[in-house]
């Protein structure tokens, strides 16, 4: 049985339609991220650029600030609270993880 590449239909429109329809992403970031992460890997930069221009919009970079505020925090107190708010953020959005690729990119402007 031959079904050639059924991903290489679906992500193209699947692209367009993140991009273009879905502005809400409470309760929705895992979806978000699961399908950057395997955007990333299977979709060209040109098939994927509006989607990633929302993603990184919405998830990706707010995240970011959220855990690079994390890492400069110079008491306890303030510890504190940058794990309590990001762990709200976790919890608002569904994400406990952002994945193998988007990792990496936190992980790298982290420091």
Same mark, same amino acid.
């Given at each position: 049985? %031959? ?11 699947? =692209?367009?339609? #993140?991009s273009?329809?879905?502005? %809400?992403?409470?309760?929705?970031? +895992? #979806?978000w ?8 890997? &299977?979709?060209?930069? /040109? ?5 990633? =221009?929302? #993603?990184?919009?919405? @998830?990706?970079? $707010?995240? =970011? &600030? ?16 940058? @794990?309590?708010a990001?762990?709200? +953020?976790? %919890? ?5 993880? @952002?994945? $193998? ?7 790298? /402007? +982290?420091?």
């Amino acid at each position: 049985l %031959d079904l050639g590449d059924p991903l290489g239909c679906l992500l193209p429109p699947a =692209a367009c339609y #993140f991009s273009t329809e879905l502005d %809400d992403i409470e309760d929705a970031g +895992m #979806f978000w991220l699961d399908f950057a992460n395997v955007a990333q890997v &299977r979709l060209a930069e /040109e098939q994927r650029r509006d989607f990633e =221009a929302k #993603f990184e919009r919405l @998830l990706l970079r $707010p995240a =970011a &600030r959220q855990l690079v505020a994390l890492c400069q925090v110079s008491s306890e107190e303030e510890q504190q609270q940058g @794990l309590q708010a990001w762990q709200e +953020m976790v %919890d608002r959005l569904q994400i406990p993880y @952002l994945g $193998p690729h988007y990792s990496g990119v936190v992980l790298a /402007e +982290m420091g």
